[in-house]
C-alpha cells in the first residue's frame, strides 16, 4: 500500500483564489511529521510547511496552511491567494520515527501540478 | 550564501560508464541524502549519510555507490550495474537531530541521460 496517495494529477485555479492539493497518508506510528515540497520546472525541491503529528494546532506559513484532520490521515495544503509564480509540481511527505530511534527517511507522494491562470 | 550545490546540471553518458554525480552543502549540516526521481513520480532515497564516514542504503541503493569523506560532500557515483539511470538526481541535507522536525533542504539537481 502506498504510504502518501495525492489523488489530484493536476489541479487549476485562478489567480488570487485560494486552492486545496489533497495528501492522504498510511502509517501505524503515532509519531510522525508531514511536509510539503514545491518544486517548480527548474527542478529544486523547496519546502514549504512541516506538520507533526502531535502538534494541536494546523501549521501555517505565510499564504500557505495546513489541514491536519489526523483521525482521517489526511494533511492537505492550502494555499490563498494564489500568484502565478505558484504553478509548480507540489509534493507530499512523511517521516515516521522508527522503533527505538530517529528515522531519517522521508516517502514522497507522486506530487500534483498546479497550474494558476491569470 | 549558504546552500547545496550540485554539479553538473546536466550530464550524459554512455553506457557502461561509471559516472559521478557532485553534492557540496555550506550549511554545517551532518545529514545528506541523495534521491532519485522520474518522471512522473515522487522522490526515491538512494543513500543517506548521517555523519562523516558513515552512510546507508536507502531504498533503490543497488547500482549505486557513495562516499562521505567531508562533512560538505557526499558524492554520488552511478555505476554500469545501475540498469535503468536515466533520471533527475536531487541532493539534500538537514541538521541531522533526527527529530520528526528535521527538515531536509534540496540542492537544484543533476539531470543524467544514459545514451
Known amino acids: 500500500a502506498q504510504k502518501i496517495t495525492q489523488t489530484q494529477p493536476g489541479m487549476f485555479v485562478q489567480e488570487k483564489e485560494a486552492v486545496t492539493l489533497d495528501c492522504t497518508y498510511d502509517?501505524?506510528?503515532?509519531?510522525?511529521?508531514l511536509f510539503w515540497y514545491k518544486q517548480p520546472s527548474s527542478g529544486e525541491m523547496i519546502f514549504l510547511i512541516y506538520?507533526?503529528?502531535?502538534?494541536?494546532q494546523n501549521a501555517t506559513e505565510g499564504r500557505y496552511s495546513l489541514n491536519f484532520q489526523k483521525a482521517r490521515k489526511s494533511a492537505n495544503l492550502v494555499i490563498s491567494a494564489s500568484q502565478l509564480g505558484d504553478s509548480a509540481m507540489y509534493f507530499c511527505?512523511?517521516?515516521?520515527?522508527?522503533?527505538?530511534?530517529?528515522?531519517?527517511?522521508?516517502?514522497f507522494g507522486k506530487g500534483t501540478l498546479l497550474t494558476v491562470n491569470p | 550564501d549558504g546552500g547545496i550545490t550540485q554539479s553538473p546540471k546536466y550530464l550524459f553518458r554512455k553506457e557502461g560508464q561509471n559516472v559521478t554525480l557532485s553534492c557540496e552543502q555550506n550549511?554545517?549540516?551532518?545529514?545528506m541524502y541523495w534521491y532519485r526521481q522520474d518522471p512522473g513520480q515522487g522522490l526515491r532515497l538512494i543513500y543517506y549519510?548521517?555523519?562523516?564516514?558513515?552512510?546507508q542504503k536507502g531504498d533503490i541503493a543497488e547500482g549505486y555507490s557513495v562516499s562521505r569523506e567531508k562533512k560538505e560532500s557526499f558524492p554520488l557515483t552511478v555505476t554500469s550495474a545501475q540498469k535503468n539511470p536515466t533520471a533527475f538526481y536531487l541532493c539534500?541535507?538537514?541538521?541531522?537531530?533526527?527529530?520528526?522536525?528535521?527538515?531536509?533542504?534540496f540542492g537544484p539537481g543533476t539531470r543524467l541521460t544514459v545514451l
Open positions: 511527505a512523511m517521516r515516521e520515527e522508527h522503533r527505538g530511534g530517529s528515522n531519517y527517511k522521508l516517502t
Open positions: 506538520q507533526g503529528s502531535y502538534d494541536q
Open positions: 502509517t501505524s506510528d503515532p509519531s510522525y511529521g
Open positions: 539534500a541535507s538537514s541538521i541531522g537531530t533526527g527529530s520528526m522536525t528535521d527538515t531536509q533542504y
Open positions: 549519510s548521517q555523519i562523516v564516514n558513515d552512510f
Open positions: 550549511l554545517n549540516h551532518d545529514a
